[in-house]
């Protein structure tokens, strides 16, 4: 049985795990001690500075998602952002990630949000191809600008 909720800091252990696997998914470096402690405090201060949900699977903490509020003033209504949706690898192909969407989805209506949004890689067609079969759509007129800050 799949079980979405927002995690308690008893699943933060899974959680870093977690990052880790989509670290070495994305052949990216995990990340160090410091950053680990910053992303668990961040998670459970009051208030967190985003929120951290786990899907569980029989029991076992199999994937991660992180969310925060942002607001679209076209709109006129707040907005929920996706900005890391991870299953690990051995749980994958089992509804996982569909049960995480479904379930942001609803708490994004039940907020009155006018948007659930995400950033998908360019490379990643399996998360393109579930993303496009659960109803979202990419928007090529809009492209990821950033600065990088120490």
């Known amino acids: 049985m799949i079980d979405v909720r927002r995690a308690p800091p008893a699943d933060g252990p899974a959680y870093l795990a977690l ?9 990216l470096p995990p990340p160090d001690a410091e950053a680990g402690a910053r992303l668990l405090a961040d998670a459970f201060a009051d208030p967190p500075r985003y929120e951290l949900w786990v899907a569980t699977l029989d029991g076992a903490v199999v ?9 679209s003033t076209f709109r006129g209504k707040p907005s929920l952002s996706l900005e890391d949706l991870f299953v690990h690898p051995d749980a994958r192909r089992r ?10 989805r609803a ?3 039940a907020r009155g949000c006018g948007r659930f949004e995400w950033m998908v890689l360019d490379w990643n ?12 759509r990419p928007l090529p007129q809009w492209q990821l600008w950033r600065v990088d800050l120490p």
Request: zero cysteines; aromatic letters at 12%.
């Open 19 to 27: 990052v880790t696997a989509l670290a070495d998914f994305e052949h």
């Open 63 to 71: 994937a991660y998602a992180a969310t925060f509020a942002t607001y």
């Open 95 to 104: 509804g996982v990630a569909r049960a995480v969407l479904a379930r942001l």
């Open 107 to 109: 708490e994004a209506v």
């Open 125 to 136: 067609e399996d998360a393109q191809t579930l993303y496009r079969a659960v109803g979202a």
